[in-house]
């Protein structure tokens, strides 16, 4: 049985280009979390997902960031114009989505680096 | 308001000495569950343990135990006979039962242990 997988494992831009980030989520699991990871911090939440639906963004920067989970597919965290502070991991976890005894479980991160 | 603190930035000690790593949580809710990850140097996150609120049983997994006390909101981890390959960042994190329903993790900024040979 599969984890969670991300890719790219390693992501390089250039100051303005656009990061394509992907998750795919554990077999059954049907709702996604995505976290960054600053160098040297913890996990911060930044949005979290059902299959085509947004349910939380709370922790999304309001401009360039946004997220989808489509009926068929990866989740897709995206960053437009990229700049030298979003160099960091990040990371994506999927549930079952069944509720509070839910564990989540952490895809292995994609580290993004700005240049 | 949730917090997780893990006041330990790095701790180093000597293979086969016992270690605790200390995490102090904060939140308002009477339902939540704690967590463990490990972090090792090629960066995944392993899981390590769960636990509700409601069960203050303390748990041991072979070299592992964990210690949940509610009275001072903590639950700390120790690591037994520690190994070279116990070398990793640790981080503790919080999840209640919101509202929202969302059940993100609130994390900690981890403690970076560093076991000797």
């Known amino acids: 049985n599969a984890g969670v997988m991300q890719n790219p494992r390693h992501l390089v831009r250039r100051r303005g280009q656009e990061a394509r980030l992907r998750c795919s989520p554990m077999?059954?699991?049907?709702?996604v979390y995505w976290y960054r990871q600053l160098p040297e911090e913890g996990l911060k939440f930044m949005v979290y997902?059902?299959?085509?639906?947004?349910?939380?963004e709370s922790g999304m920067p309001k401009e360039r960031f946004s997220a989808e989970f489509p009926k068929e597919g990866p989740s897709i965290l995206r960053i437009q114009q990229v700049v030298r502070g979003d160099s960091a991991a990040y990371f994506c976890a999927s549930t079952t989505g069944s509720g509070t005894t839910d564990t989540q479980y952490f895809g292995p991160g994609t580290r993004l680096t700005v240049l | 308001a949730q917090k997780v603190t893990q006041a330990q930035t790095e701790i180093s000690v000597v293979e086969k000495e016992d270690v605790t790593l200390d995490c102090v949580y904060e939140t308002r809710d009477t339902t939540y569950y704690l967590f463990w990850y490990k972090q090792p140097p090629s960066g995944e996150l392993v899981f390590l343990i769960r636990r509700n609120s409601f069960d203050e049983q303390n748990e041991i997994s072979g070299r592992y135990s964990w210690n949940f006390q509610k009275s001072t909101s903590s639950f700390n981890f120790t690591i037994t006979a520690s190994q070279v390959v116990d070398s990793a960042v640790y981080f503790c994190a919080l999840s209640s039962f919101p509202a929202s329903g969302t059940y993100k993790y609130i994390f900690g900024t981890g403690t970076r242990l560093k076991v000797l040979a």
């Open positions: 997902l059902q299959k085509e639906n947004i349910i939380d």
């Open positions: 077999k059954g699991h049907s709702h």
